[in-house]
């Protein structure tokens, strides 16, 4: 099963292990913008449905990749659409998805790293992710952004530690980022109808659909 948008000729499907070329392909020509996963990583991720495609008139036209953690968040790890479908609600077509089946899965936060210098801030900005900290990679600073889909904690955010732990020590919890700058929103957005959870909107259904 699929979701379709009629007007645009749009579906947003599951991946499949056939769309590995696509994925692959589309990774690697956006490779500035959404970072790079070795081709075994991704057909692993088309495997265990951590990889969603939209379609264009039939054809993959994007995908997301994330990843549901065992400390109650969802790490999206890769989104990419193509050019010619930019500002056509591609992209939040399958940030949708995202969020439906990661309040399936009860998660708290939905978490991402983007580049500091990418148009792509705005966009989450724009669908209620806060800036909550700023990391520093090889290349560039890459602000970390969270979305709480519950909006009844309000304990602070802390988006998780990606850093391999020591070997030789145990550790009790992650460490927390440092504190963001003056001026970087720090409260959780309202909830969008006055319910406790800030996912989609009334029209989502409890799981996302299923091939």
Request: charged share 20%; with cysteine.
């Amino acid at each position: 099963m699929s979701t379709r948008d009629t007007h645009h000729a749009r579906t947003v499907r599951l991946g499949r292990p056939s769309d590995l070329a696509y994925v692959y392909h589309l990774q690697n020509r956006m490779h500035g913008s959404v970072g790079y996963c070795p081709r075994g990583g991704l057909a692993e991720r088309l495997a265990t449905a951590r990889i969603v495609v939209v379609e264009e008139n039939g054809a993959p036209a994007g995908y997301v990749s994330y990843t549901h953690r065992r400390d109650g968040t969802t790490h999206l790890t890769q989104i990419a659409v193509e050019e010619d479908i930019w500002r056509t609600s591609a992209g939040t077509r399958l940030l949708d998805w995202l969020i439906c089946d990661a309040d399936a899965h009860d998660s708290r936060l939905i978490t991402l790293k983007c580049a500091f210098d990418l148009p792509s801030n705005n966009f989450w900005r724009n669908s209620n992710f806060l800036p909550i900290a700023v990391r520093t990679d090889k290349r560039r600073p890459l602000i970390c952004y969270a979305r709480r889909l519950v909006t009844t904690v309000t304990t602070p955010i802390v988006f998780p530690n990606s850093q391999p732990r020591p070997r030789n020590r145990r550790v009790r919890g992650d460490t927390p980022p440092t504190p963001p700058q003056s001026g970087i929103a720090e409260s959780p957005p309202s909830p969008p109808d006055g319910g406790s959870r800030s996912g989609r909107n009334a029209t989502c259904s409890p799981t996302p659909p299923v091939l």
